[in-house]
């Protein structure tokens, strides 16, 4: 009942150019699973236009809480709205630990993006050190229940959860889709705490790090992983095509 969801996160990859070229390449994707590519602010409006007919939606990979203001370097949901974009990846480990992102932060971007029609994709995970000593749960509770604070229940329902344990991500290692399926188990278990268990069986979990068209099956395997974020995998036409196609139940 959840349709699966496969993101590419360009990260800061791809000129104008090049993001055109990768949008005319593909081919119009089928409806049996949603295929999402976040790209850098300066492709967005392009591949707007490039991706029309497609059935492919655009995801931008930050969002600001304010409309508007004084805040250089930062993109407002209204801006991201106007070009057609319907997902933002929101609380990357990335942003978490490069750009001073803390869950508080999260948390406002998650609002505005709500508020605005846009869907959050947010991101959780352990480091290494937090994994090896157990405490992965215990990291993505933290992490989860300071995400969806004041989130409401119908609000719930249009975000995308990415469990992406920062050790597996850009590395080539994965987590094992059993790890991982437990892991985001224990995701919805969290939603269905804090909302009920109807609003939980609604939300898309997926799992992210290091995840390609040779290994996808094996997570889409899992009952309760809903699709993948994918990095370096998704820079590729080819390669992002049969992720797509890779998640097909
Ligand atoms: P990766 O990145 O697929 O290159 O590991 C995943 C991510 O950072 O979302």
């Known amino acids: 009942m959840r349709i699966p969801i496969i993101a590419g996160n360009w990260k800061m990859y791809k000129t104008l150019a090049e993001a055109k070229a990768f949008a005319e390449s593909l081919p119009t994707v089928g409806d049996q699973v949603e295929a999402v590519i976040c790209a850098p602010s300066t492709a967005l409006a392009v591949l707007s ?13 930050n969002v ?9 370097g930062e993109i407002s949901p209204l801006m991201l709205k106007e070009l057609g974009v ?12 490069y750009f001073g992102e803390t869950d508080e932060t999260v948390n406002m971007r998650v609002h505005a993006a709500l508020k605005h029609g846009l869907s959050p994709i947010i991101c959780v995970g352990e480091d290494l050190e937090q994994r090896e000593s157990g405490r992965t749960k215990e990291v993505v509770k933290v992490q989860m229940e300071a995400a969806m604070k004041l989130i409401s229940e119908e609000q719930i329902t249009q975000v995308v ?7 597996a991500i850009g590395t080539g290692k994965t987590s094992s889709a059993e790890d991982a399926g437990e892991v985001i188990g224990f995701i919805r278990q969290l939603i269905a705490d804090q909302y009920d268990q109807s609003y939980a069986n609604q939300v898309r979990i ?25 990095g370096g995998a998704s820079l590729n036409p080819d390669s992002f095509l049969a992720l797509v196609k890779g998640a097909i139940a």
């Open 161 to 167: 959860i990415a469990y992406e344990p920062i050790w």
């Open 86 to 97: 319907q997902y933002v990846i929101i609380g990357h480990s990335e942003r978490r630990a």
């Open 49 to 61: 236009e490039s991706l029309q007919g497609k059935n492919i939606s655009l995801g931008a990979q």
């Open 206 to 230: 997926q799992y992210g790090g290091s995840v390609k068209p040779e290994n996808i099956a094996g997570f889409m395997a899992e009952r309760d992983i809903d699709g993948a974020l994918v």
């Open 64 to 72: 600001h809480w304010e409309e508007e203001g004084a805040y250089t």
